[in-house]
T-cell receptor, first 114, second 114 residues
Framework: ETGVTQSPTHLIKTRGQQVTLRCSSQ?????VSWYQQALGQGPQFIFQ???????GRGNFPPRFSGLQFPNYSSELNVNALELDDSALYLC?????????????FGPGTRLLVL | AQSVAQPEDQVNVAEGNPLTVKCTYS??????LFWYVQYPNRGLQFLLK????DNLVKGSYGFEAEFNKSQTSFHLKKPSALVSDSALYFC????????????WGAGTKLIIKP
């Protein structure tokens, strides 16, 4: 196991609601990245946080937002949920040393929007 | 733009036979390449990576991959397949200009038959 944990494991929401997903990084890591994986597809990058600041963002609307805390844990918030937001949300932690680094993934949160 | 392609949706191999899962890449600058595996209802597990150096990279569970610059490929291989290797395999690249976010292939389903 990677040491990256996510909660909750599963979640059911209705369209228009808001959701918060949580991620606890692996010890010693300072960077958290979030990905959305729709069924049967590869993950899509949402955003990355480094030292509590957003450090890169993919092609996702502003209703997807995040936070990173001093202990390097992180939250992903999604407002005004849409049916297409149904997916597996993956959190990955890594150590940013200014170059390419291995990202280690948590088990994911499966979100279903009805 | 950076991209990764996995040309096969599914690969079928008999147990004990060698396996190859194909990946080609298109990157500007240095290619940083990764393989991950995903079991049903699980997160992504890191297998191996190529950053620089020896073109043959060895990873977890007996897997290896060969970086071929002239063919822009990074195929995943294993000399003798196990039924337990059956899973979804993803190739990914990191992009220096986007703070090393991971850009993913669509995935290849590997089925090992007894």
């Amino acid at each position: 196991e990677t040491g990256v944990t996510q909660s909750p494991t599963h979640l059911i929401k209705t369209r228009g609601q808001q959701v918060t997903l949580r991620c606890s990084s692996q010890s010693g890591h300072n960077t958290v990245s979030w990905y959305q994986q729709a069924l049967g597809q590869g993950p899509q990058f949402i955003f990355q946080y480094y030292r509590e600041e957003e450090n890169g963002r993919g092609n996702f609307p502003p209703r997807f937002s995040g936070l990173q805390f001093p202990n390097y844990s992180s939250e992903l918030n999604v407002n005004a949920l849409e049916l297409d937001d149904s997916a597996l949300y993956l959190c990955a932690s890594s150590f940013n040393a200014g170059g390419p680094e291995t990202q280690y993934f948590g088990p994911g949160t499966r979100l279903l929007v009805l | 733009a950076q991209s990764v392609a996995q040309p096969e949706d599914q690969v079928n191999v008999a147990e004990g036979n060698p396996l190859t899962v194909k990946c080609t890449y298109s990157v500007s600058g240095n290619p940083y390449l990764f393989w991950y595996v995903q079991y049903p209802n699980r997160g992504l597990q890191f297998l191996l990576k190529y950053i620089t150096g020896d073109n043959l990279v060895k990873g977890s569970y007996g897997f290896e991959a060969e970086f071929n610059k002239s063919q822009t490929s990074f195929h995943l291989k294993k000399p003798s397949a196990l039924v337990s290797d059956s899973a979804l395999y993803f190739c990914a690249t990191q992009w220096e200009d986007s703070n090393y976010q991971l850009i993913w292939g669509a995935g290849t389903k590997l089925i090992i038959k007894p």
